[in-house]
């Protein structure tokens, strides 16, 4: 266990880097060789939109990484939080700060962005993807990004995290979000087993379908139970499933970079404004 502690105590930024760039790669070999849905559009062009929001994300975590290290260390030296206050071996307080950290960073976090309108304005673009794969995992506005990063903190000081706990969170977390957004067809049996503990595509795809209610179900990333735990898990055939948004299905529209970067601030468009744009044009 130490030496998990002091590996992710001092995780090197190369190490970080080669999480997301080596993940992204796997999983896109993965999904590209056994797919569930088959891939009839422009990867590459889908891919580089894609690319230039995880560019974003990682730029705005980078600038304000500095924020989680203060964070971190003032809990551990003010034993401040909920595993800074508990009396048991470190192990459990590894598990029980994870299963916190991921509730609260991400699960929550999550609910709340299709629950109140103005996040809902950011979160938006990461449904826009109409075909989600392995690389739609950091489709994030960067005002989306700089409010996970707000409600990450915010799970640090609650928790107590220290930074090694935080480096473990944020690692499992990548490549859960990277596992469960992939466009893997994974065999029945298999993930009948992993979804009851972690999110798997089978469980994950349906929160992309393009209409509610199945957009507002399946909010986790690491771990499955939280949905469970809240009423929010549903199972469907994932064939059946038509991925993005009914407020913007126009291919064009959710495939431009600066249309998309311009969403939060042009107003709110619901389904039937939606339906008669399109009868206009």
Excluded at 90 to 119: N, S, T, Y
Excluded at 219 to 226: A, L, P, R, T, V
Aim: negative net charge; charged residues 15%.
């Amino acid at each position: 266990m130490q030496e998990i502690i002091n590996y992710f105590s001092d995780m090197p930024s190369l190490h970080r880097s080669l999480l997301l760039v080596g993940g992204l790669t796997f999983f896109f070999l993965v999904e590209q060789a056994a797919p569930l849905f088959e891939i009839n559009y422009s990867r590459t062009k889908h891919t580089l939109v894609n690319i230039f929001f995880t560019l974003t994300t990682v730029v705005i975590n980078f600038v304000m990484a500095f924020i989680l290290v203060l964070s971190a260390d003032w809990v551990v030296e003010n034993q401040f939080g909920i595993i800074q206050w508990l009396t048991m071996p470190l192990w459990a307080k590894a598990l029980i700060g994870l299963l916190l950290m991921d509730l609260i960073g991400a699960w929550l976090v999550h609910f709340i962005e299709h629950k109140v309108w103005f996040l809902w304005q950011f979160h938006v673009i990461h449904h826009t993807d109409q075909n989600v794969d392995t690389t739609t995992a950091n489709r994030h506005h960067p005002g989306e990004s700089v409010i996970r990063f707000i409600f990450t903190t915010a799970a640090v000081l609650i928790v107590g995290a220290p930074i090694w706990l935080v480096f473990i969170y944020q690692t499992l977390s990548l490549v859960l979000t990277q596992f469960n957004h992939s466009n893997l067809k994974m065999p029945t049996w298999l993930d009948n087993i992993l979804v009851w503990v972690i999110c798997t595509p089978n469980m994950h795809r349906v929160h992309h379908h393009y209409r509610q209610p199945y957009s507002d179900t399946n909010y986790g990333n690491i771990f499955s139970f939280w949905d469970r735990i809240f009423g929010t898990y549903v199972a469907v055939e994932n064939k059946k499933l038509i991925y993005g948004v009914d407020t913007y299905m126009d291919k064009k529209e959710v495939s431009n970079i600066w249309s998309l970067l311009k969403i939060p601030f042009v107003g709110y468009r619901s389904a039937i404004e939606y339906e008669e744009e399109e009868k206009l044009n």
